[in-house]
Structures are given as C-alpha cells and as structure tokens.
C-alpha cells in the first residue's frame, strides 16, 4: 500500500509562503497523478492541486488557489512539493497529499497550514 509523509506546515502571516513536502513510499511513484488536498474541521477535504505523472505533465488548480500555489514533482526522490505564495486566512487547513484519484485508506497523518496575523 502507497503512503504519504506530509511535512512543512506551519504558521505565517497573511501574504507569507511556505513550501511543503510530501515523500510517497510507492516505487512506481512516477506513473501516478499526484494531489494536494486540504480540510478543515468544518469542510469536506478538498482537492487543492494535482500534477499527472512526468512525460507529458499536467497541472490542475483549485480556482481559489491559482496563481498562488504551484504543485510540482521530483520522481528521483519519490516527492511531490506545494509550494504557497501570498497565503490568506481561507488557506489555513490540514494538507494532505494522496493519488488522484484517492487510494482509499492511504492517508498520511498531514501538515497543519495555518495563516493568521
């Protein structure tokens, strides 16, 4: 079963950036779509960013995201990063990382975003 280690979170202050980290334990890393998601305790866990596997790559955004956050994929070291730009209070959350679509069950513990003056 794949797994995900999350790391990076953090707290920052309005406007301020932060990259995180996710390591995915699956040898064939690189022929899955990847994604960031994120949750809140009031909120569903939403699909935030996705990147297809490396050859002919794709990138999708959550509209709220885009332009700030920017999804991307290094197979040689089995890790996917998301790097937050301009972060706004709406952005503070857990984010996970998992394949797109889920594999059910494969959740890491995540990293806690937090944007707050």
């Known amino acids: 079963q794949v797994q995900f280690v999350e790391s990076g979170g953090g707290l920052v202050q309005p406007g301020g950036s932060l990259r995180l980290s996710c390591a995915v334990s699956?040898?064939?890393?690189?022929?899955?779509?990847l994604g960031w998601y994120r949750q809140t305790p009031a909120n569903k866990r939403e699909l935030v960013a996705s990147?297809?596997?490396?050859?002919?790559?794709?990138?999708h955004y959550r509209d709220s995201v885009k332009g700030r956050l920017n999804i991307f994929r290094d197979d040689a070291i089995n890790t996917i990063y998301l790097e937050m730009n301009n972060l706004e209070p709406e952005d503070t959350a857990a984010y996970y990382c998992?394949?797109?679509?889920?594999?059910?069950?494969?959740w890491g513990q995540g990293t806690q975003v937090t944007v707050s003056s």
């Open positions: 990147v297809t596997s490396s050859g002919s790559t794709m990138y």
């Open positions: 699956e040898t064939t890393f690189s022929i899955f779509t």
């Open positions: 998992n394949t797109v679509p889920i594999s059910a069950g494969a």
